[in-house]
């Protein structure tokens, strides 16, 4: 089980023309993954979420927030003392082509992790070659057939079940999939979601997905919560499938309505929209972070901060949010306060909530 | 009308055992007005297609057989020299796969549009800069400021967009785009797929998109054409090839896809792992150890890409109405696991 309270990651970067510069990349963001749970985050290019999974590997590390992995707060324990939580939470990475070493074999690959393991657990280290066997037919690859090949005598699909054996390989209990299809061909990527969707349900493994490809994160099983982040801030959260049928935040609908329709099978959602401006991280945005870009801004948008309500509830959060916006300094803690009540449901962080409908619909006479 | 016409082209790459085909006997037009998408897996040959309008395939590569017709060029396969640099560019814009990884990152955009300038002995330079600007201008990006911009300096949907400035700065009337949409996130895809819908439409243009993705195409293309193993295996207009897929690998690939509606379970992965130049059938159908529908005469004779409903063509022994009707169960022969 993690539980993330709003955690906050800033950069300073100093650039000889530019000046100093702080990039927020995440602003208080609190999740709560349950073992054997799915959490997916989507958003676009630059929006925090690679951070995120990065933080939750200990591969990053967070300036703000708490990060409590099976009931221990991290951020308290020694480098040392992280390690043992940090090695049951795996990243299977976005590009398979480049997260495995082109000079070593599959039995290369998979042994070393394997026999540190053995050595770990105390139990016999000769047998790593069968746990590698059997780690290779969980992911779907034929051990014999795969264990003396090189990454690049292997399809795409292929190297990266290789790259999710080898995240299973320290017994993890959290796998942080970062766009893992992303890089895969179209054909390809079911046999990976599936392959994801079977290890939660074989070995209870809990899934973080991070992906700007919403429908990917339909096929990741069932219970599962998506996260919609804007400029390292959620805007939005809920059951996966309600989030996509009835988005309330403009942002979620404009990532929605990116999504292509099949035409022929499918027709556009009747509500269809889009952003009305590129991301320009330079403008700033004392209120709504999205209000620059939103189809639907009005007036409070500007220069108010929302944040998370449930939605349908009377209240729109604007005392909670005054209360705890004091200038351009919006900590995380502050901001998910307000929401930490809110356990579950489906919460959003904006002013003028409508649900609106904007994916493709399946024409009825057309079957695939 | 077609503004380029391609005839039974064969490319061929040498390998440790011998020429082999990565393009097989393919036939395609490209008509003018229409957006022709071109979709298949890794491998399948679709970028080495796309490749040879331009006569550019790689060494060791070569075009062993066929003809590329196109309007005010000719037989593109026969040109060489100048008159080839001419049509690179002249006649065909081309915007390269990973083409936001094509810029020179130690000059900035304009000093690389006067380059291509240069190279094709443009008389006017303003009038080439005039006319990049209102490209960029109508794709939603500030001309000026482009223009003056290295290439770190630009987000990867507007490199991309700054790919087919340069591909038709030159008055090119055959747009090529190869996977276009990879690696830019939603918002961008939509974005970038919007534009070249718009510029084909004010250019008149005949574009081709290659892609691997058939739900992004699906959103803009007029044509749809699916490849396997270097063969076209089923072509015509996008609605009805979605609508009625005739081929089974056409009828999977859709199936394949990750949809943002419809049922979670419904949708499945295709089985066995897409050929290779090496490990494609040397016999038969390309993609029998693969299909669902194999039949005997599959293993035997390799079908004809034939027409039918005028407008289509596919390219297998098994009866149309058998793929349609047919479910997607375990084909005949599942290979290595993908």
Redesign the interface.
């Given at each position: 089980m993690i539980q993330a309270r709003g955690i906050t990651r800033t950069y300073q970067t100093h650039g000889s023309f530019t000046g100093d510069r702080t990039v927020h990349a995440l602003r208080g963001v609190d999740f709560t993954l349950p073992d054997g749970g799915a959490v997916s985050f989507i958003g676009?290019?630059g929006c925090g979420k690679t951070t995120l999974g990065k933080i939750l590997t200990g591969l990053e590390t967070f300036d703000g927030g708490e990060l409590v992995v099976d009931g221990v707060e991290l951020s308290k324990l020694r480098p040392r003392q992280r390690e043992k939580y940090f090695r049951r939470i795996q990243m299977i990475h976005q590009d398979p082509y480049s997260a495995l070493n082109p000079t070593r074999t599959v039995e290369a690959t998979l042994g070393d992790p394997l026999r540190m393991r053995a050595k770990e657990t105390g139990a016999p280290v000769s047998a790593w070659r069968e746990r590698a066997a059997e780690l290779l037919t969980l992911v779907?690859?034929?051990p014999a057939?795969v264990l003396p090949k090189y990454p690049h005598q292997l399809?795409?699909?292929?190297r990266q079940?290789v790259v999710i054996a080898r995240a299973l390989t320290v017994d993890p209990t959290v796998l942080i999939a970062d766009e893992a299809v992303s890089m895969i061909?179209?054909?390809?990527?079911?046999?990976?979601?599936?392959l994801l969707r079977d290890l939660r349900a074989r070995l209870g493994i809990s899934l973080v997905f991070i992906t700007?490809?919403?429908?990917?994160a339909?096929?990741v099983g069932d219970g599962g919560e998506l996260h919609v982040i804007y400029r390292g801030e959620v805007v939005e959260r809920g059951l996966t499938d309600e989030v996509?049928l009835s988005p309330v935040h403009p942002y979620t609908q404009?990532?929605?309505?990116?999504?292509?329709?099949?035409?022929?099978?499918?027709e556009p959602g009747p509500d269809r929209t889009?952003?009305t401006a590129?991301l320009d991280e330079r403008t700033p945005t004392p209120g709504c972070l999205f209000q620059p870009r939103c189809p639907f801004a009005g007036a409070q948008c500007a220069e108010t901060h929302p944040v998370l309500v449930p939605f349908g509830a009377d209240a729109v959060g604007t005392d909670a949010a005054e209360a705890n916006v004091t200038g351009a300094d919006v900590t995380g803690a502050d901001v998910t306060g307000a929401d930490a009540t809110e356990e579950s449901g489906h919460v959003h962080a904006c002013f003028y909530p409508e649900s609106r409908r904007v994916?493709?619909?399946?024409v009825g006479a057309?079957s695939? | 009308m077609s503004e380029v016409e391609v005839r039974d082209l064969t490319v061929e790459y040498q390998t440790s055992v011998g020429w082999l085909p990565a393009v097989a006997g393919a036939s395609l037009d490209l008509r003018a007005g229409q957006i022709t998408g071109l979709v298949g897996e890794s491998g399948s040959g679709k970028s080495t297609l796309a490749l040879s309008l331009l006569n550019a395939v790689p060494a060791p590569g070569r075009i062993a057989g066929g003809t590329i017709e196109v309007a005010g060029v000719g037989d593109l396969t026969r040109l060489g020299g100048k008159q080839l640099r001419k049509a690179r560019g002249g006649a065909i814009g081309y915007v390269f796969q990973a083409s936001q990884n094509s810029l020179n990152p130690l000059k900035t955009i304009g000093r690389q549009l006067l380059d291509l300038g240069r190279s094709h002995e443009v008389g006017d330079l303003r009038a080439l800069i005039a006319r990049a600007k209102d490209l960029a201008n109508r794709m939603g990006l500030d001309g000026d400021r482009v223009l003056d911009s290295y290439q770190h300096e630009l987000s990867g949907g507007m490199r991309q967009r700054v790919g087919i400035v340069f591909a038709l700065v030159l008055n090119a009337k055959v747009l090529i785009l190869d996977e276009p949409t990879t690696a830019l996130d939603m918002l961008s895809q939509a974005s970038v797929l919007d534009i070249v819908r718009k510029v084909h439409d004010e250019n008149q243009l005949s574009t081709l998109i290659i892609t691997h993705d058939i739900g992004a195409i699906s959103e803009i293309a007029d044509r749809l054409a699916v490849m396997y193993g270097g063969r076209i295996v089923e072509d015509g207009p996008l609605l009805e090839v979605l609508r009625r897929p005739t081929h089974p690998y056409t009828k999977a690939l859709i199936g394949a896809t990750a949809r943002i509606t419809g049922d979670v379970d419904g949708a499945r992965a295709l089985p066995g792992r897409p050929p290779d130049l090496t490990t494609v059938a040397r016999a038969g159908c390309v993609f029998r150890d693969r299909c669902p529908f194999a039949v005997e005469v599959c293993a035997q004779t390799e079908p004809e890409l034939h027409s039918f409903d005028s407008e289509r063509r596919r390219a297998c022994h098994v009866e149309p109405s058998t793929v349609l009707t047919g479910t997607t169960g375990t084909p005949a022969a599942v290979g290595e696991p993908a």
């Open positions: 676009e290019s779907g690859l034929e057939a399809s795409g699909g292929q079940r061909d179209v054909s390809m990527r079911l046999g990976i979601l599936s700007h490809d919403v429908a990917t339909r096929y996509i404009c990532l929605l309505s990116a999504v292509p329709v099949m035409r022929g099978l499918e889009a952003p590129a994916v493709g619909v399946e057309a695939a | -």
